[in-house]
């Protein structure tokens, strides 16, 4: 377990870097994991050129899902969004390192859902954003 | 007498299996399903291996067989919850068809707009979609029964909902989150005192507690085998014949007519009438053995064990500094303990726990909208049944501290 509870996911959800809103911001948006009721919003600042500056989330929900989205946020500062659209599962599998079953895999991929959907200015976080 | 628990665990194989090596399953989940005792597998086995035939039409051996299995569980059924008639017991699907079936049949047949139907807010979302789905097309008006801070229903709030003259009232007879057992007899007297039919959501109640229908005065009661020992993809509506015969059948096809011509048909009588197509034969096999099992023990020493387990886990977690209970004390509710720990997640708490074999719920318990009432997202859920230990609880405690010192 002692596995999915890795030290680095115990201290991002403790202690996260990348917690709180961006005001103003570029894109922002918000969703739920229906299962679970795991929230989490995402604020970007992105530059003329299309690149992350800034990255921000903030919601509540279980040590996976909270960490997760600290993690993604560490990851997309200074990428440009044409990269960003192109993160998946295993992206976010590499960066909590460790491998997950059915359910949680929902929870670790909520921030990635929410960003996509972000990104791409759609009205829902579906889960074909991340296949 | 109390139970002898061991003999009781012997009938439940899946109690002896390990989740992993060295760890054996601590199952504190059944009010989301029961485990089923090797009688319930063996008839339903028995059914398949010697018996297996479509139901009612069929004149060889196989198919009288099958018949009279089939309907036999429903006598059972309707002995044990103590319905006048075996014609007043329904198969369904499960209780969320059962109350499906009200909603459809029933309410639409005598619910326009501007109707108040009260809920409560400790309802599971079986018994508040169906209605949420029923107001957008018919526009009738729903209200609930405050849930206190304690977690019981508020009395005289519904007293006060009844002056508007209600056409239905819809409440769980107990609560899959808070364990609460609501006053089931009082509410159903007031209700029909404001002249309202009664719909009883009974999911938790008849795997629980010795329950009667007729004592009750309910005028439909809802209920699923998977919890009670039985199988999953079967239910019940009870509902009392005079109203039954009034609906209009609720699903159209084989079996729940009477005769068809080629543009009309005429339905059945009860209970066929609301039985179309080939249903869950095996399953009502298995529903019967487990009425039979529930019956040899006796329901109520079933609950007064879970009373015993209930109070030691509530006294237990307790004791725990960070966890929060939700719902009523052990007198007033039934094998349930859904409760928080400070500072982790509820998902969090049910997977570390999930390592020594202790599984236990986590999430919102298909009861959204209670949980708001408590501001929180999630509970974990502990719920214990005939097979519960003293000792499954004792891991259960020590569990939550080793989660405590993962997070510390």
Request: include cysteine.
């Given at each position: ?131 | ?53 479509n139901i009612h039409r ?33 198969y ?159 699903l159209g096809g084989g079996d729940m007519i009477k ?8 339905p059945n009588?009860?209970p066929h009438k609301f039985e179309a197509g080939t249903p ?129």
């Amino acid at each position: 377990m002692d596995d999915l509870y890795r030290e680095v996911i115990i201290e991002h959800y403790k202690n996260p870097s990348y917690r709180g809103h961006l005001d103003p911001h570029d894109i922002s948006f918000a969703d739920n994991n229906p299962l679970c009721g795991d929230h989490i919003q995402i604020d970007l600042r992105v530059n003329g050129e299309g690149i992350v500056t800034e990255a921000l989330f903030d919601g509540h929900g279980c040590a996976i899902s909270q960490a997760s989205a600290d993690l993604l946020m560490e990851s997309i500062i200074g990428k440009p969004l044409e990269e960003v659209k192109k993160l998946n599962k295993q992206d976010i599998l590499d960066m909590l390192g460790i491998d997950l079953g059915p359910v949680r895999l929902k929870c670790a991929l909520l921030s990635l859902k929410v960003l996509k959907a972000g990104v791409y200015g759609l009205g829902e976080a579906g889960d074909d954003l991340v296949e | 007498m109390t139970l002898n628990i061991n003999e009781i665990r012997k009938d439940f194989p899946i109690l002896q299996r390990e989740t992993r090596e060295g760890v054996r399953v601590v199952y504190l989940d059944s009010t989301a399903t029961s485990q089923k005792p090797v009688q319930v597998i063996e008839a339903m086995n028995d059914y398949y291996r010697r018996s297996n035939a479509n139901i009612h039409r069929g004149v060889h051996t196989l198919a009288e067989e099958a018949t009279s299995m089939y309907e036999g569980a429903r006598e059972r059924v309707a002995k044990f919850i103590n319905a006048a008639s075996s014609r007043e017991v329904i198969y369904t699907r499960n209780t969320t068809e059962s109350i499906n079936l009200v909603a459809y049949s029933w309410a639409r047949a005598n619910l326009k707009a501007g109707d108040l139907v009260i809920l409560t807010e400790m309802e599971h979302h079986s018994n508040l979609v169906p209605w949420h789905m029923l107001q957008a097309e018919r526009g009738i008006e729903l209200d609930f029964i405050p849930v206190t801070e304690d977690g019981l229903l508020d009395l005289d709030a519904y007293k006060s909902l009844l002056t508007r003259t209600p056409k239905l009232v819809s409440f769980t007879h107990m609560s899959n989150v808070l364990g609460t057992i609501n006053p089931a007899a009082e509410i159903i007297k007031l209700a029909h005192k404001a002249g309202a039919v009664v719909l009883v959501d009974g999911a938790q109640s008849v795997p629980h507690l010795a329950v009667d229908v007729q004592a009750l005065d309910a005028d439909f009661y809802a209920f699923s085998a998977h919890k009670m020992c039985g199988p999953t993809g079967i239910g019940i509506l009870y509902g009392k014949s005079a109203l039954l015969e009034a609906m209009p059948p609720f699903l159209g096809g084989g079996d729940m007519i009477k005769e068809v011509k080629l543009r009309s048909f005429r339905p059945n009588t009860l209970p066929h009438k609301f039985e179309a197509g080939t249903p869950a034969i095996a399953e009502a096999v298995g529903l019967g053995a487990a009425v039979d099992y529930l019956s040899s023990i006796g329901m109520e020493r079933i609950a007064a064990h879970e009373h015993e387990i209930t109070e030691y886990a509530l006294e237990r977690l307790e004791e725990v500094p960070g966890v929060r209970l939700f719902g009523p004390s052990a007198d007033k509710k039934g094998g349930v303990a859904a409760f928080t720990l400070q500072g982790v997640h509820p998902h969090d708490v049910a997977q570390i726990l999930d390592q020594d074999g202790i599984a236990v719920r986590a999430g919102h318990h298909c009861a959204q909208p209670l949980h708001e009432k408590f501001g929180i997202p999630a509970t974990s859920r502990a719920s214990f049944y005939l097979y519960s230990t003293k000792e499954e609880v004792d891991m259960l405690v020590k569990g939550l501290y080793k989660v405590k010192e993962m997070f510390g």
